[in-house]
Structure formats: structure tokens, C-alpha cells
């Protein structure tokens, strides 16, 4: 009997982002299946479609003989009930890099340090980690395969263009970085996400973070890939701001229009003193759009702006 079957199955995303293409297998009653490959092979990707959290794009999928290419969210409880799945969970310490959240595991096992080292060697190279083993788990990426906070940009717009987003040489890491967020991560956002580490110079009025000043405090709430607000820790240091607003300067004399331009009265009122100062704006109507299921944000404003006449 067929436990698992994959037909000539497809799965894309948004911006031509190819997780799945064309596969094909067949796991019979009593086989007991590995599924292994480098991060970003796909392998959640087909755990996901097993259960029905994803619909394929295209090819068919049957469980027990019984197909759930097209099966009706009314179903997809009854399908789980006769599966049992053990999912991964990415409950790994965050300040810690990837060997050493490998490490701590055989520590606590009692494993002499010269097996440890050489087993969680071994398993990151084959999962294709190695060479990523000094990085933190926030750090990796399996759509890009690189790591943004360490790539060149050169490799951030040969990213941008593998991923068909319309930008251009010569640009700044920090650009390159917002492209990709705004085309690839947002738009497959779905559950309530708050997204954080944001670039300092894409957020000139925010306080850098203590460990990493090229980032700041700052997080966006998205849901179904609808932004609904924005929050930051302010920057109180007057030194720093003055030196923000001047490299926003600097980028509005190239063309940049949404860069802040200087304002002498709030760094003077800064220099007066300011408490340490937080603050939090949510969009009502995009909160409307996701509570009514309303693609249209014209449609939740008492009074949209109208087209001239």
C-alpha cells in the first residue's frame, strides 16, 4: 500500500521563487524514509505539503492512496487526525552561533570535546553548514543563501536580480537590503509577524541596538503581508542625530526624496535633554483591511483621496 505518493509536483512562490520543481516519490507502507539536503532544498517546503499547510502549484499528492492536491480546508483536519508529525522547531539560542547550539546538546550528553567537534562538524557539512557554522541562527537564510548582514553588494544585487527585483549597480548595502525585504520577505508574510533589525540608515530617528549599531530598535507589525504599524526606540543622543540627518542630506542631493532632511529644532531639543523615549503608530485602516478580509485599502477610509476630475 502507498503511504505517500508526489506526482510531477511544482511549488512556487511569489517573485518566481522556485521551492519545488517537478518531484516525484513514492513511500510505501512499513519504508521508514530519510528526507535530507542543504538548507533551502525544500525539505519544509514537502513536510508542509504532506499535512496541507501549502497547496502545490502544480502536480498531484496522495496520502493513503486518497488525493489532497485540491483538499477543502473543511478536510484538512480529518486528513491530520491520521498523521502523526513531529515538526521541526527552531527553538535554538539565539546568541549563540550554530556549532555551539550543536555543541551544548553532546555537552550536556556527557561527549568527550574532541567527538563533539567532530560530530557536529560531520552534520553540518552534511546539510551543506559548514562554512556557516560560526554564524547565529537570525543569520541564515535558505531563499538567499547568503547571509545579508555579512554579504558584499555586490552579492546583495546579484540576490536582488536572481529574484527579478528591479534595482540598480552602484546602490548601498542598506538598499539592497530593503529591496529584498519589501520583495520577497513581506509579500509571504501570513501569520502575525513582527519583523526587527532594520538598517540604521533606513531608519535615521531610531536608537542603534547595543549589539550591533548598524542596526536599530524597531519593529513593524505585518499580517497577510499588510504592514500595520511601526515602533522605535528614539535616538536621544544629539551628536549621533545631527550626524544622521546629515548623511540623510547627503542622500537627498543624490535624489533620494524619502531621505529626512536636517531639522535644527529637534536637535536642539534634544540637546536640552530627552528621556529615554519609545513610540508605536498603528495604521487603523490596514487593521480594518485584515479584519474584513478587504484587499483595498480605499475601502476602510472614511474619505479616500478621489482621482481629478
Known sequence: MEMIRFENVYKE?????????DISLVI????????????????TTIMRLVFSAEKPTSGRIFISEEEITDISLRQVPYLRRHIGMVFQDFRLLTDRTIFDNLNLILLVLGIPSAERKRRCLSVLSQVGLAHRRNAYPLQLSGKLGLDVMEASDNDLFSACKRHKLEVEGGWEWEEYFNELVEGLLEPNIKQPTFLVGYPQRLSPLAKPRADDPRLVERFEPFIMGVELGNAFTELNDPVFQRANFTAQE?????????????????????????PPTGGMGIGVDRLVMVLTDNPQIRETILFPQLRPK
Not at 521508514?32 to 538548507?39: E, M, R, V, W
Not at 547627503?250 to 530627552?274: C, H, N, P, T
Open 250 to 274: 547627503s542622500l537627498r542631493a543624490k535624489g533620494d526624496e524619502e531621505a529626512q532632511a536636517m531639522d535644527e529644532d529637534f536637535i536642539v531639543a534634544l540637546e536640552y535633554g530627552m
Open 13 to 21: 512562490y511569489a517573485h518566481n521563487i522556485t521551492a519545488l520543481a
Open 28 to 43: 510505501n507502507k512499513g519504508e521508514f524514509a530519510f528526507l535530507c539536503g542543504p538548507s533551502g532544498a525544500g525539505k
